[in-house]
């Protein structure tokens, strides 16, 4: 202590205020010491070092000083491009000859395509609930996890939300559990927003349930067996959502988990727990399943005719890149058929269920071999090669090419019995046996008897019978 450290104050009775002053004298400057800063990051838990496995498109890491007050923070986005364009293999180019008499050729074939990233699934939808029961301030936010339960990236492009007007939406993410970080703004990276401006809406607080699709304009990639904190702030609207209660904070399906949850009035303020959210999580799950899409000729296991068809097929992947191939199957035709033709003297055919029969060269011609039965030009009495009556006719077959020609007869029998269709049907003792095995019946017509009923009973004991007709129905 300095015991000539003396400190004077005076009085301003003009101004009513203090005025002091101070003299020092025989003080020392201690050292400073200088304490290295710990940094965190909110992508790994690495420190200041933030390498890893970043997925495509852009990832904003947040560094911050631990302990900071106020908070130092910095931001660094890292973009991964994918442009790599898939690889798409179609066979050789395919070449057949067909046996005598043949038209086409049943081929199968495969494509098949790769790329250096996970190709997607169909759209899926895990829903949580919409019941409502409480709700927030606009501008706040609510949390909860996304649990990766598969093997490949999940790609989100819309969340669904119970909210009471349009709104953009904040969507930060986190490596691992929302809770504990709800109040620390440095432990989120702010992944970009999604677009909940267009309808319908819940409405006002309770809300009637009605879920909002909130776009995405960068998909949200979530790593196979990784638990990701989501948290999202509704910038000019409210959030409803549900209390939790344990069991209704938990939904799952077989790819992802979803668990709820935490809510608050404004960012990364202290809120309110367990909260459930309530909405649904639009996603496509990675997939090593190429999405091969055909743009021309047939597909595996179709029959093909005479000629070349070209098979077309395009694969692109999550980026949009783009591959191509295309391969040629060739069928020929027989090549050592017969000019000669020579045709059946009589040949019996049946009708079919239609009551008629498509004549076919393969049915008339004997002998061979010849090409395909499809190129012949064959004529029944009356023209064409359809014959829809029993009955004899000529029949003329003609190749196209060279003109030859044969003919012979045929006789078209129907030999098919008639089909008798009945029902059951429930008539009380004094309603007539109908003549047909099922009473007509046609839209809203019912049939009225109108014939006399036999009465066992004779004359004097007749009764009147009274039908009522609803309004609904007409008469037949």
């Given at each position: 202590m300095n015991p000539g450290f003396k400190v004077r104050f005076i009085h301003d009775d003009l101004l009513d205020s203090w005025a002091w002053g101070v003299g020092?004298?025989?003080?020392?400057?201690?050292?400073?010491?200088?304490?290295?800063?710990?940094?965190?990051?909110?992508?790994?838990?690495?420190?200041a070092n933030a390498s890893g496995t970043y997925p495509v498109g852009t990832t904003t890491v947040?560094?911050?000083?631990?302990?900071?007050?106020?908070?130092?923070?910095?931001?660094?986005?890292?973009?991964?491009?994918d442009t790599q364009a898939p690889t798409l293999v179609c066979p050789a180019d395919?070449?057949?000859?067909?046996?005598?008499?043949?038209?086409?050729?049943?081929?199968?074939?495969?494509?098949?395509?790769t790329d250096n990233c996970p190709f997607v699934g169909p759209l899926t939808t895990l829903n949580t609930i919409t019941s409502g029961g409480n709700g927030n301030s606009a501008g706040g936010q609510i949390f909860f996890d996304l649990v990766n339960n598969s093997t490949s990236n999940i790609i989100i492009s819309t969340i669904k939300m119970n909210i009471t007007g349009a709104t953009m939406v904040n969507i930060h993410r986190k490596v691992g559990t929302f809770t504990g970080s709800t109040t620390n703004a440095a432990a989120w990276t702010l992944h970009g927003q999604a677009n909940a401006m267009t309808g319908p809406f819940s409405g006002p607080f309770?809300?009637?349930?009605?879920?909002t699709n909130a776009v995405l304009a960068t998909p949200l990639i979530l790593a196979p067996g990784t638990t990701t904190g989501i948290a999202l702030t509704t910038l000019s609207a409210s959030s409803n959502y549900t209390n939790g209660n344990g069991g209704n904070q938990t939904y799952s399906d077989a790819n992802i988990t979803l668990n709820a949850g935490y809510t608050n009035n404004a960012p990364w303020t202290n809120g309110f727990?367990?909260?459930?959210?309530?909405?649904?999580?639009?996603?496509?799950?990675?997939?090593?399943?190429?999405?091969?899409?055909?743009?021309?000729?047939?597909?595996?296991?179709?029959?093909?005719?005479?000629?070349?068809?070209?098979?077309?097929?395009?694969?692109?992947?999550?980026?949009?890149?783009?591959?191509?191939?295309?391969?040629g199957i060739t069928v020929q035709e027989y090549p050592f058929a017969t000019t000669a033709l020579a045709c059946n003297d009589l040949v019996n055919i049946?009708?079919?269920?239609?009551?008629?029969?498509?004549?076919?060269a393969d049915m008339v011609l004997e002998g061979g071999p010849y090409g395909c039965y499809d190129e012949y030009i064959v004529t029944v009495t009356g023209g064409g090669n359809v014959i829809s009556t029993p009955g004899a006719y000529g029949v003329t077959v003609t190749d196209p090419?060279?003109?030859?020609?044969?003919?012979?007869?045929?006789?078209?029998?129907?030999?098919?019995?008639?089909?008798?269709?009945?029902?059951d049907f429930t008539v009380t003792c004094i309603d007539p046996?109908?003549?047909?095995?099922?009473?007509?019946?046609?839209?809203?017509?019912i049939p009225l008897v109108t014939a006399p009923i036999p009465f066992e009973g004779g004359a004097a004991n007749a009764v009147t019978l009274t039908y009522t007709v609803p309004a609904h129905v007409t008469w037949m």
């Amino acid at each position: 202590m300095n015991p000539g450290f003396k400190v004077r104050f005076i009085h301003d009775d003009l101004l009513d205020s203090w005025a002091w002053g101070v003299g020092i004298d025989n003080y020392a400057v201690n050292e400073l010491t200088v304490v290295p800063a710990i940094i965190s990051n909110s992508w790994t838990a690495g420190g200041a070092n933030a390498s890893g496995t970043y997925p495509v498109g852009t990832t904003t890491v947040t560094y911050s000083i631990v302990g900071a007050n106020p908070a130092v923070t910095a931001t660094q986005n890292i973009t991964v491009n994918d442009t790599q364009a898939p690889t798409l293999v179609c066979p050789a180019d395919i070449t057949y000859s067909l046996k005598p008499g043949e038209c086409s050729q049943l081929v199968t074939y495969t494509v098949t395509g790769t790329d250096n990233c996970p190709f997607v699934g169909p759209l899926t939808t895990l829903n949580t609930i919409t019941s409502g029961g409480n709700g927030n301030s606009a501008g706040g936010q609510i949390f909860f996890d996304l649990v990766n339960n598969s093997t490949s990236n999940i790609i989100i492009s819309t969340i669904k939300m119970n909210i009471t007007g349009a709104t953009m939406v904040n969507i930060h993410r986190k490596v691992g559990t929302f809770t504990g970080s709800t109040t620390n703004a440095a432990a989120w990276t702010l992944h970009g927003q999604a677009n909940a401006m267009t309808g319908p809406f819940s409405g006002p607080f309770p809300g009637n349930g009605t879920l909002t699709n909130a776009v995405l304009a960068t998909p949200l990639i979530l790593a196979p067996g990784t638990t990701t904190g989501i948290a999202l702030t509704t910038l000019s609207a409210s959030s409803n959502y549900t209390n939790g209660n344990g069991g209704n904070q938990t939904y799952s399906d077989a790819n992802i988990t979803l668990n709820a949850g935490y809510t608050n009035n404004a960012p990364w303020t202290n809120g309110f727990t367990p909260r459930v959210f309530n909405g649904a999580i639009v996603y496509q799950a990675g997939t090593n399943a190429a999405p091969v899409m055909q743009t021309a000729g047939l597909p595996s296991g179709a029959e093909f005719v005479i000629g070349t068809t070209s098979n077309s097929f395009k694969l692109t992947d999550v980026a949009g890149n783009m591959a191509t191939c295309s391969f040629g199957i060739t069928v020929q035709e027989y090549p050592f058929a017969t000019t000669a033709l020579a045709c059946n003297d009589l040949v019996n055919i049946s009708l079919g269920d239609d009551c008629q029969v498509v004549v076919g060269a393969d049915m008339v011609l004997e002998g061979g071999p010849y090409g395909c039965y499809d190129e012949y030009i064959v004529t029944v009495t009356g023209g064409g090669n359809v014959i829809s009556t029993p009955g004899a006719y000529g029949v003329t077959v003609t190749d196209p090419e060279t003109g030859n020609s044969c003919w012979g007869n045929i006789v078209a029998e129907d030999k098919l019995p008639p089909v008798i269709e009945c029902g059951d049907f429930t008539v009380t003792c004094i309603d007539p046996i109908p003549a047909v095995p099922v009473p007509p019946f046609n839209g809203n017509r019912i049939p009225l008897v109108t014939a006399p009923i036999p009465f066992e009973g004779g004359a004097a004991n007749a009764v009147t019978l009274t039908y009522t007709v609803p309004a609904h129905v007409t008469w037949m």
